[in-house]
C-alpha cells in the first residue's frame, strides 16, 4: 500500500514563474491537507480539500496561491508568479475521514526554490 | 500567536537513558494531539497521539503524557537510541476541525 506521494521533491524557478505541487493521496484517503515549512520553522497548514471541494482554506495566503482536487488524479497547489518568500518546504497529508482523531500521513515534500 | 510551543529547540540525550520532550498550548479547543517524528528531507512520520479524555498513552518506547490543567504535553522516549535522532514536532487539533496546527519542533540527538 503506497504511501502519500508528493511530485516534483525539489523544484526550482525563477521569480515571477509559476510552480505546481502535485499529491497524490494514500489509496483509500479522501481527505488532503497542504502545509508549508519555511526554514528553521514548524509546518503551518494552508488548506484542506476533499474531492472536487475545497473545505478550509484559511491557511492560504489571499493572492497567487490556488489548491485544487480533482475528481481524477493528484491533488494541485498553485503559486503563480512565485517571489523568493516561497522558498519552502511543501508538505502534503492525507487521512480517510475529517475527524480530529484520524490520523494525517505525510508524504516527502516538495522543496520549492526561487531563484 | 503561537498556539503550539515547543520551547526547546534542541536536546541531546545519552544511548539509553530517557528523552523527554515537552510542548505547551494555549488553545482550549485542541482535543487530539500528536507527536510526529521528522528527518532532514523526509516528511513528518506520525509516532503517538493522545486524546483529551486521558492523560497517558504508550506505545513501546514511546509514551506521552497530557495534562489538560497545564496546558503541557510530554514524550518519553526510553530506552533512547541514535536512530531516534530527529526532530520531533508536537501538533494538535480540534475537534470542529481536522487542521493540525505544528509547534517548531525539537531536535533530538542521541549520543552513543
Known amino acids: 500500500n503506497a504511501g502519500v506521494m508528493q511530485n516534483p521533491r525539489h523544484l526550482v524557478r525563477r521569480r515571477g514563474q509559476e510552480a505546481r505541487l502535485r499529491c497524490s493521496p494514500m489509496?483509500?484517503?479522501?481527505?488532503v491537507y497542504w502545509y508549508r515549512q519555511l526554514p528553521e520553522e514548524g509546518l503551518k497548514f494552508m488548506v484542506y480539500?476533499?474531492?472536487?471541494?475545497?473545505?478550509?482554506e484559511s491557511g492560504m495566503p489571499k493572492e497567487r496561491f490556488s489548491a485544487e482536487f480533482p475528481k481524477e488524479g493528484p491533488s494541485i497547489l498553485r503559486i503563480q508568479q512565485v517571489v523568493r518568500g516561497d522558498s519552502a518546504a511543501y508538505f502534503c497529508?492525507?487521512?480517510?475521514?475529517?475527524?480530529?482523531?484520524?490520523?494525517?500521513?505525510f508524504g516527502p515534500g516538495t522543496r520549492l526554490t526561487v531563484l | 500567536d503561537q498556539q503550539v510551543k515547543q520551547n526547546s529547540p534542541s536536546l541531546s540525550v545519552q544511548e539509553g537513558r530517557i528523552s523527554i520532550l515537552n510542548c505547551d498550548y494555549t488553545?482550549?479547543?485542541?482535543?487530539?494531539f500528536l507527536w510526529y517524528k521528522k528527518y532532514p528531507a523526509e516528511g513528518p512520520t506520525f509516532l503517538i497521539s493522545?486524546?483529551?479524555?486521558?492523560d497517558k498513552n504508550e506505545d513501546g518506547r514511546f509514551t506521552v503524557f497530557l495534562n489538560k490543567s497545564a496546558k503541557h504535553l510530554s514524550l518519553h522516549i526510553v530506552p533512547s537510541q541514535p536512530g531516534d535522532s530527529a526532530v520531533y514536532f508536537c501538533?494538535?487539533?480540534?475537534?470542529?476541525?481536522?487542521?493540525?496546527?505544528f509547534g517548531e519542533g525539537t531536535q533530538l540527538t542521541v549520543n552513543p
Open positions: 497529508a492525507s487521512s480517510p475521514s475529517p475527524m480530529s482523531t484520524d490520523t494525517q500521513y
Open positions: 501538533a494538535a487539533s480540534e475537534t470542529s476541525g481536522s487542521r493540525l496546527t
Open positions: 489509496k483509500g484517503h479522501s481527505h
Open positions: 480539500l476533499q474531492k472536487e471541494n475545497i473545505i478550509d
Open positions: 488553545n482550549s479547543m485542541f482535543d487530539y
Open positions: 493522545i486524546s483529551s479524555i486521558k
